[in-house]
């Protein structure tokens, strides 16, 4: 049955994730790196960007436009700063040694910026962002994306869902951890949607004509399909009324400093496909950056002062009938360590898709 959900353990989905990647093409690291990322969006309650992106990476493989092997190359490098020529390759490997680089030139110059040109899709914009703080850094990445969004007061989609994610260390409390899209949501949760067949919310997207829609099937048919097509609303919304245009202005920030900035593509131009409708590489673009906290003050009065605006927040007073503020990443961590004891849930059509995927490569499914 379409609503029955399936649980396996993360390290069995793990395994299947590496084994198909490989037998995908993938050398052993980059298949593990790819699964890594993948599996921490499902341990921490991302669904969208975890192992249900697995067939999305199969499907570029196969038809081409995106490239298995390692074929990143430093364009130009300064002492803290970096430009990474993808090659088309797998999003997620190079922009774990993106953020490897920036971080080392962080713990020895204080800031450490790498950006990426003609990448793919590199999974949750998090994941990178926290790989600063085992380091004692803050982390920041960013990345721009498939075309489904609209502009204020658009109606066809032409800018990314753009997220953005920071990740700063703290003392007793968690380290906080902002990952979010620039879209009002990210696409994956339409997707989410139309495979469990439940309504939008009105003012997550608008149907051909602009105006709100609540039926995802129409979204996930249309949206970058041609001219006109309706697409997902900025961060607040349509108009201004509720700050969309601000969601708008993030939007093209992101496109700014992850397309246009290091030279890749941006807006409706990612994506590409020859005259005759074969996928070219995508060309998205991504930023890394780490801040080394003990370039501008002590790191131990750092975490200090982090705990203490944690707590500022947690102790101020809470809307009538709630019983608790939340602080960004909180619910992520609560949910992984909720996961990593009962499994990663997986619905019925999915299951469905790992199991064609296992069929496919030879390979026994793990459901």
Not at 64 to 88: M, R
Request: aromatic share 6%; net charge negative; hydrophobic share 40%.
């Amino acid at each position: 049955m379409d609503n029955e959900i399936l649980t396996i353990p993360a390290p069995d989905l793990k395994k299947f994730c590496c084994d198909v990647f490989q037998n995908a093409g993938l050398s052993a690291e980059d298949a593990a790196i790819t699964t890594d990322v993948l599996i921490a969006a499902d341990l921490r309650g991302i669904d969208s960007h975890g192992i249900a992106r697995l067939h999305f990476y199969l499907d570029g493989i196969r038809t081409g436009w995106i490239k298995p092997g390692d074929n990143a190359s430093i364009v130009q490098e300064t002492t803290v700063t970096a430009l990474v020529d993808a090659g088309g390759g797998m999003g997620p490997p190079v922009s774990h040694r993106s953020m490897h680089m920036a971080i080392s030139n962080a713990k020895e110059h204080g800031i450490g910026l790498v950006l990426v040109k003609n990448s793919n899709h590199y999974g949750i914009a998090g994941y990178y962002a926290m790989m600063a703080l085992a380091y004692d850094c803050i982390g920041i990445s960013l990345t721009n994306s498939y075309p489904f969004s609209v502009p204020t007061y658009g109606r066809q989609a032409i800018l990314g869902t753009n997220p953005i994610a920071l990740a700063a260390p703290a003392g007793k409390h968690l380290p906080f951890v902002l990952d979010m899209a620039t879209s009002v949501i990210p696409y994956g949760k339409i997707e989410l949607h139309a495979r469990a067949s439940q309504p939008l919310e009105l003012g997550w997207a608008v149907d051909p004509r602009g105006l709100p829609t609540r039926h995802p099937e129409h979204v996930v048919r249309d949206v970058g399909k041609g001219p006109q097509m309706g697409g997902l609303l900025p961060l607040g919304g349509a108009g201004k009324l509720l700050g969309g245009h601000k969601g708008y202005g993030l939007m093209l920030m992101v496109d700014i400093l992850c397309g246009v900035l290091p030279g890749s593509l941006f807006a409706d131009l990612m994506y590409p496909s020859t005259p005759d409708g074969q996928p070219l590489p995508a060309g998205i673009g991504h930023l890394f950056a780490a801040i080394r906290i003990e370039a501008f003050r002590p790191l131990e009065d750092f975490k200090k002062d982090m705990d203490e605006l944690q707590q500022r927040l947690k102790d101020s007073p809470k809307a009538e009938g709630e019983e608790r503020i939340v602080i960004h990443g909180e619910p992520e961590f609560e949910k992984a360590r909720e996961r990593s004891i009962k499994g990663i849930p997986i619905p019925a059509k999915l299951a469905r898709q790992l199991r064609q995927i296992a069929s496919d490569y030879g390979m026994q499914s793990p459901l």
